[in-house]
């Protein structure tokens, strides 16, 4: 594997990253990545929007991850975490739709070595109206196959020479990804001597061992309610639990995307929010155009540089990210 780490494991300086060779080649893998996104979700009818950058709401967030404010004429606003709020809003006008998102997430202090967090990164961002948390796995596992086998066929010696082999995708482009249910996997944890609590996201090492242990990506479904945010919708058949998906990637490198039924019902949201700690005044907008009648939609975020790092095999976001921003390292 070809890396340009600095002793310390954090980004060179700005000029030496830009020059590297393995920046040019991780923003190669980048390049055909989106191209083949665009393609792929134009190809179902998606149409592209440019998302919102800043509002006065964002994703709440999660896992200690905070929003970043700005002064905005007086009002302050928010650096957009996601634009999933946004995303269902414009479904009003556009049934099925696709942002490519920037997100600025201010990550706690301890993610900074995880190899899988940055301050500012990307996601491919999909919505569709009408569809079930089904239609959504299906769309998210066709996407990472289209772009998957589009890289290949666009840039196999660039992959080749940061040290990627084929055979590590064989098994991808089957398509047809397992399932298991978030119970499911908390038990092979808890079996291997991993603590993982049954009431909370899979946490960050847990997830690197479920990633090391498989040989292609798989789903987990089933989050249960809580560890998620209020717009997940939940499943009426198994009340406490969440119609919502993780995908994760084989090989150590963790989620690739995360998606899920959404909650479209007014009185539903305002109660999920309460639950949640949410005050409802904050998302007045929002609760709004939910009022007026949002359709009922399925969609997913992937993310962009973390697709790229999986494609390329490299050790960081940072190295596949032309301007990184670490969790507590102050850069250009």
């Known amino acids: 594997m070809t890396t340009h780490d600095s002793e310390d494991g954090r980004p060179l300086p700005l000029a030496e990253h830009l020059t590297a060779s393995t920046t040019k080649a991780a923003m190669a893998v980048q390049q055909e990545t989106l191209q083949a996104a665009r393609d792929f979700l134009r190809g179902l ?6 998302p919102p950058l ?4 964002t994703d709440p967030g999660g896992r200690g991850a905070k929003a970043l404010d700005v002064d905005f004429y007086g009002h302050r606003y928010r650096m957009m975490t996601s634009a999933i709020l946004y995303k269902q809003a414009s479904l009003r006008g556009f049934g099925k739709l696709f942002y490519i998102a920037p997100n600025v997430r201010v990550e706690p202090m301890e993610t ?17 109206a009408g569809a079930t948390r089904d239609d959504a796995m299906r769309v998210a596992e066709g996407l990472l196959v289209h772009v998957v086998r589009h890289v290949w066929d666009a840039v196999p010696d660039v992959l080749r020479g940061l040290g990627r082999d084929p055979v590590v995708f ?5 398509g047809a990804f397992d399932r298991r249910t978030h119970g499911a996997v908390v038990r092979s944890l808890i079996d291997v001597g991993h603590e ?28 249960p309610k809580g560890s998620r945010g209020f717009y997940d919708r939940e499943d009426p058949e198994t009340p406490g639990t969440l119609r919502n998906f ?20 007014y009185a539903t949201i305002v109660t999920r929010m309460r639950e949640s700690g949410e005050n409802p005044a904050k998302y007045g907008w929002y609760l709004d155009m939910a009022r007026d009648g949002i359709p009922a939609s399925a969609g997913f975020g992937m993310g962009v540089e973390r697709l790229v790092r999986f494609l390329t095999g490299l050790d960081a976001l940072w190295q596949v990210s032309a301007y990184p921003k670490l969790p507590g390292v102050a850069t250009p």
Do not use: M, N
């Not at 009818?45 to 440019?50: F, I, P, R, T």
């Not at 993982?196 to 989050?223: C, M, N």
């Open 112 to 128: 900074a070595g995880t190899g899988r967090h940055l301050v500012e990164f990307h996601q491919i961002d999909v919505e569709l």
């Open 54 to 57: 800043i509002g006065p709401v």
């Open 246 to 265: 993780d995908l994760i990637a084989h090989g150590g490198f963790g989620e690739l995307v995360s998606g899920s039924e959404r909650e479209s019902d």
């Open 196 to 223: 993982q609590s049954a009431t909370a996201e899979i946490d960050w090492v847990g997830e690197e061992l479920l990633s090391h242990k498989a040989e292609r990506p798989f789903f987990v479904t089933g989050y």
């Open 45 to 50: 009818g998606c149409a592209e929007l440019l």
């Open 170 to 174: 064989a098994d991808l482009l089957d």
